[in-house]
């Protein structure tokens, strides 16, 4: 947004006043990114504010991260019904969202909720596809958070993967770009290997939501879905990246990247950091600001954050993510 200051003069001409409107000067508003976290699986608490340090720097953009606190004000991902923060998205530019089963309460999930329906873009990480989970013996009436609401946002809801197995010591899916396509976000990128299990979003039963476009591909390097025969239902390849729009209640169109990428040691890899930012740049229409050879993704602080799994680290003794 461009905000304009004016001021009037007072000029003399044949010798008739007249008041004149002159633009003083020209400033571009910095933008403000939210970065919203909250899961206990995938350490979204440490990878996301790595992320923001780079919004930061790259795009001199004011970032907020938001996490899941609990009652001392520590980082707590286990407690799914409160993300400290969220009042920040009523004056976000982008809201970058990486949640899992949350079950926050309406006061806390209408500033995600108003956000959306806003237009204005998003960028979804992983298990945003599952972002809240709330328990519908207790209020049925909270059934379309659960799977309708991410899949018209992000374009699926949860349905399986392929397998764990050696979380963390090997990497698990091969990415790479879907042929004949091109893509802003892809300047950059090579072919890698992600440490992330491939999610399935797309084949069998299911079908990728709306007019979502893929533009990444991963292929799993061990599937439990290949053991047990079931490649027909869950084929060994799908999306693992793509945009889409989203049309809020306001009427406005907002544009919408989603990676199913998300483990934390992918972040270690100079590829995934591009593809995060490089969709960033793309959520904010700044896609003829990504250089030919990708967004520059250089860390200045060491990323080394801890492992995936349901046993997330003390982090009022341990402090290793970053201050953006």
Not at 290 to 311: A, Q
Request: aromatic share 12%; hydrophobic share 35%; glycine share 8%.
């Amino acid at each position: 947004m461009i905000f304009f200051s004016t001021y009037l003069l007072g000029c003399r001409d044949n010798g008739n006043s007249a008041q004149k409107e002159v633009p003083e000067k020209t400033q571009e508003r910095p933008l403000n990114v939210v970065f919203v976290t909250g899961d206990e699986e995938y350490r979204s608490e440490e990878s996301m504010p790595m992320l923001a340090r780079l919004v930061k720097r790259e795009l001199k953009a004011n970032v907020k991260v938001c996490y899941a606190l609990d009652s001392t004000g520590t980082i707590a991902p286990n407690n799914t019904n409160h993300i400290a923060g969220l009042e920040a998205l009523e004056e976000a530019d982008l809201m970058v969202i990486f949640t899992r089963y949350r079950t926050l309460p309406e006061s806390e999930r209408k500033y995600i909720v108003d956000y959306v329906e806003s237009g204005k873009p998003i960028v979804g990480f992983r298990t945003s596809t599952h972002a809240f989970k709330y328990d519908l013996s207790q209020d049925s009436t909270l059934a379309y958070w659960n799977n309708e609401w991410p899949t018209k946002v992000f374009g699926q809801q949860w349905i399986t993967h392929h397998g764990h197995f050696d979380d963390g010591r090997n990497p698990l899916t091969e990415i790479k770009k879907i042929e004949g396509i091109t893509h802003p976000i892809l300047k950059g990128f090579e072919s890698f290997e992600a440490y992330s299990w491939l999610y399935h979003v797309d084949g069998g039963d299911w079908k990728l939501y709306g007019d979502s476009k893929p533009f990444l591909v991963g292929c799993s390097l061990k599937s439990k879905h290949e053991m047990e025969g079931r490649l027909d239902q869950y084929p060994i390849e799908n999306p693992v990246a793509w945009t889409k729009t989203y049309t809020g209640s306001q009427g406005k169109t907002a544009r919408v990247f989603f990676t199913t990428l998300g483990h934390p040691y992918d972040f270690k890899l100079e590829n995934v950091r591009r593809i995060a930012l490089n969709g960033i740049y793309w959520a904010l229409a700044k896609e003829n600001d990504i250089p030919e050879n990708g967004t520059n993704v250089t860390l200045d602080v060491v990323y080394e954050p801890n492992n995936s799994g349901f046993d997330p680290p003390s982090y009022s003794t341990e402090k290793i993510f970053f201050e953006p």
